[in-house]
């Protein structure tokens, strides 16, 4: 069965960076699309930022745009988000989601998620 | 960006009962509509897909309606285990979540 887990999480200070690193297993990473998900302590669900199978397309999150960089290694079977200039309001678990069926709407798989914590 | 729209925020019902969700997008998402589900402390769980479809191992009793601006997700019979939060998500224009309805026992 598909298996995501993320790691990198942790304490830093504004404008700051961090990079956060999801790791596949049970499946063909290189055959999915993929997608970083977020949630703020007591909040709803934030989409961050999604990345195409072969790496040719990438979007993101206004909120996000300019200071996170996704990226994958399909020989890895691995999927990172460089995150740099952190503010407060990023603080939050941080999700990898896999794409599901190509062309279908929804993340069939998730990791545990990773905490990230901005505070000076 | 695509705004959706949840509601109720709280819905409180008994077990046995239905539940009804709705969802509501700011301009047309076609069919590209999931619903999720998400207890404390989980991650969400896919429930279903392009609106209407149900995710892999998800019970009969959940089922999704709806196409372009206004979705339904409805619990047939509620089980004890289906008190959570549930979000809607569309993917027509980039990816956004509702804000998310809270299923409570009543």
């Known amino acids: 069965e598909a298996q995501l887990v993320e790691s990198g999480g942790g304490l830093v200070q504004p404008g700051g960076s961090l990079r956060l690193s999801c790791a596949a297993s049970?499946?063909?990473?290189?055959?999915?699309?993929m997608n970083w998900v977020r949630q703020a302590p007591g909040k709803g669900l934030e989409w961050v930022s999604y990345i195409s199978s072969s790496s040719s397309t990438i979007y993101y999150a206004d909120s996000v745009k300019g200071r996170f960089t996704i990226s994958r290694d399909n020989a890895k079977n691995s999927l990172y988000l460089q995150m740099n200039s952190l503010r407060d309001e990023d603080t939050a678990v941080y999700y990898c989601?896999?794409?599901?069926?190509?062309?279908?709407?929804?993340?069939?798989?998730w990791g545990q998620g990773t905490l990230v914590t901005v505070s000076s | 960006e695509i705004v959706l729209t949840q509601s109720p925020a709280t819905l409180s019902l008994s077990p046995g009962e239905r539940a009804t969700l709705s969802c509501r997008a700011s301009?047309?998402?076609?069919?590209?509509l999931a619903w999720y589900q998400q207890k404390p402390g989980q991650a969400p769980r896919l429930l279903i897909y392009?609106?209407?479809n149900r995710a892999t191992g998800i019970p009969a009793r959940f089922s999704g309606s709806g196409s372009g601006t206004d979705f339904t997700l409805t619990i047939s019979s509620l089980e004890p285990e289906d008190f959570a939060v549930y979000y809607c998500?569309?993917?027509?224009?980039?990816?956004?979540f509702g804000q998310g309805t809270r299923l409570e026992i009543k």
């Open positions: 392009d609106a209407s």
């Open positions: 049970g499946f063909t990473f290189s055959s999915y699309s």
């Open positions: 989601a896999r794409d599901g069926i190509v062309g279908a709407t929804g993340f069939d798989y």
């Open positions: 998500q569309q993917r027509s224009n980039l990816i956004t």
């Open positions: 301009q047309s998402v076609s069919s590209y």
